[in-house]
């Protein structure tokens, strides 16, 4: 069964830098589609970016410029580097996987089945 696992979350002031992990466990092959997802409180879970497994990527406008993902393919672990943090950025954030390919995979949280349990990220002023 696939796992994941997310790590490096905390707490930054505005303009700050953290970087998130996903390590993934249980697959047999790499999947077709990944991503980070982020949910603050009160508001429905978001798409923040996408990532097939050739490497092709999708960034929410809100995050492009700051944010930056990449893989560790011999780690099976999925990073989000992100910079220029704002308090708009503060939620749980969660890397996320599914079996199916896309050219471009989608940022829409529904389309993704397997979740991993989530890391805080504060952002204070």
């Known amino acids: 069964q696939v796992q994941l696992v997310e790590s490096g979350g905390g707490s930054v002031q505005t303009g700050g830098s953290l970087r998130l992990s996903c390590a993934a466990s249980?697959?047999?092959?790499?999947?077709?589609?990944m991503g980070w997802f982020r949910q603050a409180p009160g508001k429905e879970r978001e798409g923040v970016v996408s990532?097939?497994?050739?490497?092709?990527?999708m960034y929410v406008d809100s995050v492009k410029g700051r944010f930056t993902i990449s893989q560790d393919n011999a780690k099976n672990t999925l990073y989000l580097q992100m910079n220029s943090l704002k308090p708009e950025d503060t939620a749980m954030y969660y890397c996320?996987?599914?079996?199916?390919?896309?050219?471009?995979?989608?940022?829409?949280?529904?389309?993704?089945?397997?979740w991993g349990q989530g890391t805080q990220v504060t952002v204070s002023s």
């Open positions: 996320a996987a599914r079996e199916s390919a896309a050219w471009v995979c989608p940022t829409s949280p529904a389309s993704y089945n397997y």
């Open positions: 249980g697959y047999t092959y790499r999947p077709g589609c």
């Open positions: 990532v097939n497994k050739y490497g092709i990527t």
